[in-house]
């Protein structure tokens, strides 16, 4: 069997990865140990950065996944920043400064970086297009998750259905059929 370390601090992310993984055979195992993480306008530097660090520090290939959600009306915000500004705001301060907005236009970006010690980074990206809902709504999933509508449901009202629809979900099927031609 095939072991990838998911360098990563959200065990969120590897329950997603490990659905699409675990199905071909490849077996994933959450390390919280880090990386340093580039302050960069798009996520592909930073995944790649953190992906080659990572392999290179633990030996081994791993994966990483910098995601972040960027609201059209907001000029992007807070995009790369998303996991600080989570933090510090939170969906409902980001409800607030939408209040009025009648453009919720909002993109779900995911990018996974991966790397064998020594070698070079490759990057697979994912995007969802949705809505700023204008309610949090849905205990599931997590973060932004019930803020961010697609179909008219938040990825926080959705139980399976987000993990084959979702910025994440695209960018490992991606990953998926670059696997399985390069084993
Ligand atoms: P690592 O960097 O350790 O992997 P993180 O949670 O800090 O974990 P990011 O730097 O990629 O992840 O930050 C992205 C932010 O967006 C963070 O607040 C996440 O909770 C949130 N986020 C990422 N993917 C998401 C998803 O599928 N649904 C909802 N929120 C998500």
Redesign the pocket.
């Known amino acids: 069997m095939r072991k990838i370390i998911f360098v990563?601090?959200?065990a969120?992310?590897v329950r997603?990865a490990k659905d699409i993984l675990s199905p071909l055979g490849i077996i994933v195992e959450q390390n919280n140990c880090?990386y340093p993480?580039l302050q960069e306008e798009e996520l592909e530097p930073i995944a790649s950065f953190g992906a080659k660090h990572a392999s290179n520090k633990l030996n081994h290939e791993v994966m990483?996944?910098?995601?972040?959600?960027f609201i059209e009306a907001l000029c992007g915000f807070p995009g790369p920043y998303?996991?600080y500004v989570?933090?510090k705001l939170g969906n409902k301060r980001i409800l607030k400064l939408m209040e009025g907005e009648e453009n919720r236009s909002a993109i779900?970006r995911?990018v996974i970086g991966y790397c064998r010690p020594g070698e070079e980074a490759i990057v697979f990206s994912g995007e969802a297009a949705g809505k700023i809902a204008r309610s949090i709504r849905g205990s599931g999933?997590?973060?932004?998750?019930p803020i961010?509508e697609v179909g008219g449901a938040t990825?926080g009202e959705m139980e399976e259905e987000?993990n084959m629809l979702?910025?994440?979900y695209r960018a490992l099927v991606k990953f998926v059929q670059w696997l399985k031609l390069n084993r």
């Open positions: 990563t601090s959200n969120h992310k997603e880090g993480e990483v996944d910098d995601s972040g959600l998303s996991a989570f933090d779900f995911c999933g997590f973060g932004y998750d961010f990825f987000k979702s910025h994440r």
